[in-house]
């Protein structure tokens, strides 16, 4: 079985090199390999589920000792093997629409390598057992990402992917300082010894423990789409290739997620204090997504936005299950089912936005508008995907976000009984649940409007409304149809049968959240007092979607109602906060003070040969200049009494020479000193004599 893990990881990443060979003779060829790659990959991930789900709950280690000289853990669970079929299964989805999408694309070759590098990173990072071996899985995955955002080469798109490049460096050195905190205090990353850490306060400072904590929290959540640190959602969505974006929203975020779980589940097992700092990120980052998408006339950034609005809602599970401690059940499970849910919905949403885009080769709404009429199998794809995501009945989506819900009902519960107890009062917990709810029906409502203004309305110009609707069935081939369909299918069934097919899914990744064996209560999915919660969302849908979409983020423009984003742009945090702390006032504040700290040895000098090192008093003034100085200045003296007695007898000029030239040189010898005894001048010196010797080095050898 160890053989088998290895082959999950390292698989694609010898298929990658294959297939950029290939493609550098047969683009026919690297398709068909990395078609095949993919395809393995999601068969040999389907061997390893239906083999746990037969052996039961077994586990599997596996240790390559020696590798960048901690070596590297992995391990195969519930929750591992399930989170890595997922990913293997959206990967082989992207791929077969990759390849009609990528039909009039350039560099496809450099797309198919970085796409199948991802996927080995990424299932290194859902089977790895320590943070060491997540942590280089990691950050080889946010740079072999980084090539999607920046594929087509355009501007708007590299300073996406450098925005994407800059959030995941920055969170990958930041979660590195913790790991070093962390094995520092501990001697171990290994996950499995490092339960209930924060619980156990005679062992660890558990004030380094936290810094620790929130060092790495700061990268996992900078790269699930965290706010304050999902500025890189919108941005790269938009511009990347729609198989990336599916696979950015719905596999890559769930990574950064992956690593929150394991700081909630291990570490901080039953914390608090830990769960109350997770679900205000949770409301936070879900509130703030909903809004934005709201607000937005972007297709694909509309869809970004979303991901980062439905991060929170899985943000909101985890800290419930925090806060729960051992009465969990509901919120581990709720928030495990929206990671699978959401990554599924997404996979078909964006490549249904894909499909649009491959053909019209736009994203705003006004100019894709009516572009889905008469395309029935689109409609339905892209259906299925609105109708998950906004958590009605009989789709997957309702399922996780009535289990989320339904444990903060629980916490109210037990809050009135003084079965618990923390920063959250009873009023603080319906403002959550509040927040819970009208979040869903911000979903609804920028679902809704996506869904009308693509199927439903036509478009404002009738000769493009008559090309969309001359389109029919050409509009994507039929593997691309089958991937699409496939993937959307998926959805309905979920939602359908959700004690066949969602709670064995939730019972895999139960060990993994440690849940414990308590009976979890939620034999009746469709129960009213079920059924309420979602309702109320779809109200608040349907009465933000007429009175705010319909009157205020639409308009009126020679004689058409357009969609208009009113969305404040000083409100845009990349531009107006990041970018200018960290491009323009950091480096201001740092460069003055380099320069302070340059300068002061200078000042120190200047300061003791004014105070203890003056100069003492010369019994006779010293001559001025050197007998060059003197020489010279003695000829142009007699030029010059030579010129006044033949040219300018009248008016003679008169100018000392030699002790113009004497001060002349007094000046530049002052000035000379000075420059040799500054720190600059020596570090100046000092790196002129490493080049030489390293220039020397190189010539010898």
């Known amino acids: 079985m160890d053989v088998m893990l290895y082959i999950a990881v390292f698989f694609p990443v010898v298929a990658a090199l294959a297939g950029y060979l290939a493609g550098r003779r047969s683009r026919k060829l690297r398709d068909c390999l990395a078609v095949a790659a993919t395809g393995l990959e999601f068969g040999l991930f389907l061997y390893l589920l239906v083999s746990h789900l037969i052996s039961g709950s077994r586990v599997e280690l596996a240790y390559l000792p020696g590798i960048c000289g901690m070596g590297l853990a992995f391990k195969l669970d519930g929750f591992r093997v399930l989170y890595?079929?997922?990913?293997?299964?959206?990967?082989?989805?992207s791929t077969l629409f990759?390849?009609?999408?990528?039909?009039?694309?350039?560099?496809?070759?450099?797309?198919?390598?970085?796409?199948?590098?991802?996927?080995?990173?990424?299932?290194?990072?859902?089977?790895?057992?320590?943070?060491?071996?997540?942590?280089?899985?990691?950050?080889?995955?946010?740079?072999?990402?980084?090539?999607?955002?920046?594929?087509?080469?355009?501007?708007?798109?590299?300073?996406?992917?450098?925005?994407?490049?800059?959030?995941?460096?920055?969170?990958?050195?930041?979660?590195?300082?913790?790991?070093?905190?962390?094995?520092?205090?501990?001697?171990?990353?290994?996950?499995?010894?490092?339960?209930?850490?924060?619980?156990?306060?005679?062992?660890?400072?558990q004030k380094k423990l936290w810094a620790a904590g929130l060092c790495m929290l700061f990268g996992f959540g900078a790269k699930a789409g965290a706010f304050p640190l999902h500025i890189w959602?919108?941005?790269?969505?938009?511009?990347?290739?729609?198989?990336?974006?599916?696979?950015?929203?719905?596999?890559?975020?769930?990574?950064?997620?992956?690593?929150?779980?394991?700081?909630?589940?291990?570490?901080?097992?039953?914390?608090?204090?830990?769960?109350?700092?997770?679900?205000?990120?949770?409301?936070?980052?879900?509130?703030?997504?909903?809004?934005?998408?709201?607000?937005?006339?972007?297709?694909?950034?509309?869809?970004?936005?979303?991901?980062?609005?439905?991060?929170?809602?899985?943000?909101?599970?985890?800290?419930?299950?925090?806060?729960?401690?051992?009465?969990?059940?509901?919120?581990?499970?709720?928030?495990?089912?929206?990671?699978?849910?959401?990554?599924?919905?997404?996979?078909?949403?964006?490549?249904?936005?894909?499909?649009?885009f491959m053909n019209v080769h736009k994203l705003d709404l006004n100019e894709i508008r009516g572009f889905g009429r008469k395309k029935p199998l689109l409609n339905g794809i892209f259906l299925m995907g609105a109708l998950g995501i906004g958590g009605i009945p009989l789709w997957n989506g309702y399922i996780s976000k009535t289990l989320i819900h339904e444990s903060i009902v629980e916490y109210l519960e037990l809050l009135k009984e003084g079965a618990v107890s923390g920063m959250f009062d009873a009023g603080a917990m319906k403002a959550v649940e509040w927040a819970f709810l009208v979040s869903g029906g911000l979903t609804v409502a920028y679902m809704t409007k996506l869904y009308v203004a693509l199927f439903i309305e036509k478009n404002t110009d009738p000769a493009v409304?008559?090309?969309?609707?001359?389109?029919?069935?050409?509009?994507?081939?039929?593997?691309?149809?089958?991937?699409?369909?496939?993937?959307?299918?998926?959805?309905?069934v979920m939602g359908f049968l959700p004690d066949q097919v969602m709670s064995p899914a939730a019972d895999l990744g139960y060990g993994f959240m440690q849940g414990t064996d308590r009976a979890w209560g939620m034999a009746s999915w469709f129960s009213w007092i079920n059924l309420k919660g979602a309702l109320t969302s779809?109200?608040?849908?349907?009465?933000?979607?007429?009175?705010?979409?319909?009157?205020?983020?639409?308009?009126?423009?020679?004689?058409?109602?357009?969609?208009?984003?009113?969305?404040?742009?000083?409100?845009?945090?990349?531009?107006?906060?990041?970018?200018?702390?960290?491009?323009?006032?950091?480096?201001?504040?740092?460069?003055?003070?380099?320069?302070?700290?340059?300068?002061?040895?200078?000042?120190?000098?200047?300061?003791?040969?004014?105070?203890?090192?003056?100069?003492?008093?010369?019994?006779?003034?010293?001559?001025?200049?050197?007998?060059?100085?003197?020489?010279?200045?003695?000829?142009?003296?007699?030029?010059?009494?030579?010129?006044?007695?033949?040219?300018?007898?009248?008016?003679?000029?008169?100018?000392?020479?030699?002790?113009?030239?004497?001060?002349?040189?007094?000046e530049l010898s002052e000035v000379g000193t000075m420059i040799g005894r500054s720190m600059s001048f020596g570090l100046m010196l000092f790196c002129i004599g490493l080049i030489i010797t390293v220039v020397y080095l190189f010539l010898r050898n």
């Open 84 to 93: 890595g079929t997922i990913a293997a299964f959206m990967w082989f989805m």
């Open 465 to 492: 409304q008559e090309k969309f609707d001359s389109l029919k069935g050409a509009y994507m081939n039929k593997t691309s149809a089958a991937a699409l369909t496939i993937s959307a299918g998926l959805l309905p």
């Open 233 to 356: 959602l919108p941005k790269a969505h938009p511009v990347a290739p729609a198989p990336a974006s599916a696979l950015l929203s719905g596999i890559l975020t769930k990574v950064g997620m992956f690593g929150i779980l394991v700081l909630t589940s291990y570490l901080f097992l039953w914390d608090s204090g830990w769960g109350s700092l997770i679900l205000i990120l949770g409301v936070c980052t879900m509130v703030i997504g909903a809004v934005l998408a709201l607000f937005s006339i972007d297709l694909k950034r509309t869809l970004a936005c979303s991901s980062v609005s439905q991060i929170g809602f899985i943000l909101v599970g985890v800290g419930m299950s925090g806060l729960l401690g051992e009465e969990n059940a509901l919120a581990i499970r709720g928030s495990l089912l929206h990671m699978v849910n959401h990554s599924l919905i997404k996979l078909a949403l964006f490549m249904a936005a894909g499909v649009v």
């Open 98 to 205: 990759s390849g009609e999408y990528f039909g009039h694309y350039r560099n496809r070759n450099r797309y198919y390598l970085f796409l199948l590098l991802t996927l080995g990173a990424t299932e290194g990072v859902f089977l790895s057992a320590d943070f060491y071996t997540t942590f280089l899985f990691f950050e080889m995955m946010s740079f072999t990402s980084y090539v999607w955002v920046a594929h087509d080469e355009r501007r708007e798109s590299l300073r996406a992917a450098g925005t994407y490049l800059a959030v995941a460096v920055i969170g990958g050195l930041v979660m590195l300082m913790g790991i070093f905190l962390l094995y520092s205090m501990t001697g171990t990353l290994r996950f499995d010894e490092l339960i209930g850490l924060a619980g156990r306060v005679q062992e660890v400072d």
């Open 538 to 666: 779809v109200l608040i849908g349907a009465l933000v979607y007429l009175v705010i979409v319909r009157l205020w983020l639409m308009k009126k423009e020679n004689g058409r109602r357009i969609y208009v984003n009113r969305w404040y742009k000083y409100f845009d945090l990349e531009n107006y906060f990041y970018r200018p702390i960290l491009l323009g006032a950091l480096p201001f504040v740092f460069g003055v003070l380099c320069r302070i700290l340059d300068s002061l040895v200078d000042w120190l000098v200047v300061l003791a040969r004014k105070t203890i090192y003056r100069d003492s008093k010369l019994p006779q003034e010293l001559e001025e200049g050197n007998a060059i100085t003197h020489a010279l200045g003695g000829l142009m003296n007699a030029l010059e009494r030579a010129a006044n007695a033949v040219i300018f007898r009248k008016n003679p000029k008169k100018k000392d020479y030699e002790h113009r030239y004497a001060m002349i040189y007094e």
